[in-house]
């Protein structure tokens, strides 16, 4: 049974930075188009971040220059590692393939505020 667990997530100040990790099991995340997504309060899940099997990654106008998406296939872990964030960044961050998406985990809350 495949597996995503979404961590890392806390209460931050703006300006402040999270990395969050997504541990995989039943799959391995090297061999997937693997991305980062948010749901805000009453908002939709929106796709903010996406990487490549081969590491080419790309990123949500508004995060772009702030987020970064890494994956480590030894650890078959993805990684989201936010800088400078902002208010509006607030939501529950999930993690899931692209190309073949599987059931959603349960997300880590990400709340921005002074």
């Known amino acids: 049974q495949v597996q995503l667990v979404e961590s890392g997530g806390g209460l931050v100040q703006p300006g402040g930075s999270l990395k969050l990790s997504c541990a995989a099991s039943?799959?391995?995340?090297?061999?997937?188009?693997m991305g980062w997504y948010r749901q805000a309060p009453g908002g939709q899940r929106e796709l903010v971040a996406g990487?490549?099997?081969?590491?080419?990654?790309n990123y949500e106008p508004s995060v772009k220059g702030r987020f970064t998406i890494s994956r480590d296939n030894a650890e078959n872990t993805v990684y989201l590692q936010m800088n400078s964030l902002k208010p509006e960044d607030t939501a529950v961050y999930y993690c899931?393939?692209?190309?073949?998406?599987?059931?959603w985990g349960q997300g880590t809350q990400v709340t921005v505020s002074s």
């Open positions: 899931n393939s692209l190309n073949d998406p599987v059931v």
């Open positions: 039943g799959r391995h995340v090297g061999f997937y188009i």
């Open positions: 990487i490549t099997t081969d590491g080419n990654a």
